[in-house]
């Protein structure tokens, strides 16, 4: 195979674009198609078959949409059923509801995966039933221990979604539940006693921190617009968490900064607009509050804004003047 056509379906698979398994069977089409003997088209066929046009046969797309459409109106009948009834209900019968939600969610994706039958659908049912498992996971055992033991259970479960399935919305449930597993480590296992304790926020926004490296790491390997975005997210949590806690500004100013910059170093290099989308929002909220909780001035904010601006504009004008180098 050319090393053209490697080195542009490689691109393919790091922006996202591509998943592995379809950058490996459009490999080996190329390879398959380089090795056979070039025949003319049509010169096998008999003359009726020739004169005849061959039908183009498309799926259709409103019909997947409909069955979303469905599935999820479904889906919420029964979630409103069942929080309508869940105050009546026994510990039993709460118990099995979310044991079969989740059963029947993980099972029905499991079934599509192995029928390699939409793949999309497979990891969205695959991510609901994950968080399910994690809440019938707490339902049974019930306070503390069943919040961590939840938050468990489901990352276990997305994680294994994400080896197998490789789905963006996998990845999205993955940064859900890790989210989560945040603050109820910080709240239940840190942190206790609120009373006694003030660093919660901090403790939280530094999870958050640990949460993006998990992101970023993921995205080397799966969806890596996705994870990268969720990434910066994270950070923007992380912020977040710096801004309520007490003298945390100039933390939240740094990792509000990192973050951003970061992702636009990436959409430089992959031209991925949703870095460019996330970074940018990061940096229009978390500049703004950082700079007014320290300077307690609208003034100081506006100063530095326009210094924060001059230095993206001076790092735009060498980023293009090197571009430009690069190509001469």
């Known amino acids: 195979m050319p090393s053209r056509l490697q080195d542009e379906l490689t691109r393919l698979v790091s922006a996202g674009v591509l998943r592995p398994h379809q950058a490996e069977a459009l490999r080996t089409a190329a390879e398959a198609d380089a090795a056979a003997p070039r025949i003319a088209p049509g010169a096998n066929r008999p003359p009726e078959a020739r004169r005849q046009p061959p039908t183009a046969v498309h799926s259709s797309a409103l019909t997947e949409v409909l ?25 039993a019968a709460r118990i099995s509801t979310g044991a079969s939600a989740a059963v029947i969610l993980l099972g029905t994706a499991a079934v599509l995966a192995l029928l390699r039958r939409r793949e999309q659908l497979s990891s969205a049912l695959a991510s609901l039933g994950c968080c399910v498992a994690g809440f019938a996971t707490y339902v049974a055992i019930e306070g503390e221990t069943g919040r961590v033991a939840g938050v468990a259970v489901a990352l276990a479960l997305a994680v294994v979604g994400v080896w197998w ?39 939280a926004g530094t999870g958050f921190i640990l949460v993006a490296f998990v992101m970023a790491m993921i995205g080397l390997v799966r969806d890596q617009v996705t994870a990268w975005s969720l990434a910066g997210a994270a950070m923007f949590s992380s912020s977040i968490c710096w801004l309520i806690q007490e003298r945390g500004e100039v933390m939240a100013l740094a990792v509000g900064t990192a973050g951003p910059a970061a992702l636009l170093v990436a959409y430089g290099r992959r031209h991925a607009s949703a870095y460019a989308v996330v970074g940018c929002s990061i940096l229009l909220v978390i500049w703004p509050i950082s700079l007014y909780q320290l300077t307690n001035n609208v003034a100081g904010v506006a100063i530095g804004l326009v210094i924060a601006s001059t230095a993206l504009l001076l790092a735009v004008l060498l980023l293009t003047r090197r571009q430009r180098r690069l190509v001469e």
């Open 67 to 91: 069955g979303y459409i469905g599935g999820a109106l479904l889906l919420g009948a029964v979630a409103l059923l069942t929080l309508a009834n869940w105050g009546e209900m026994g510990r």
């Open 165 to 203: 399935l490789a789905g963006s919305s996998l990845l999205v449930a993955t940064f859900g539940i890790l989210a989560v597993g945040v603050l109820v480590i910080t709240a239940d296992v840190l942190t206790p006693d609120t009373s006694t304790n003030t660093n919660s926020a901090g403790i």
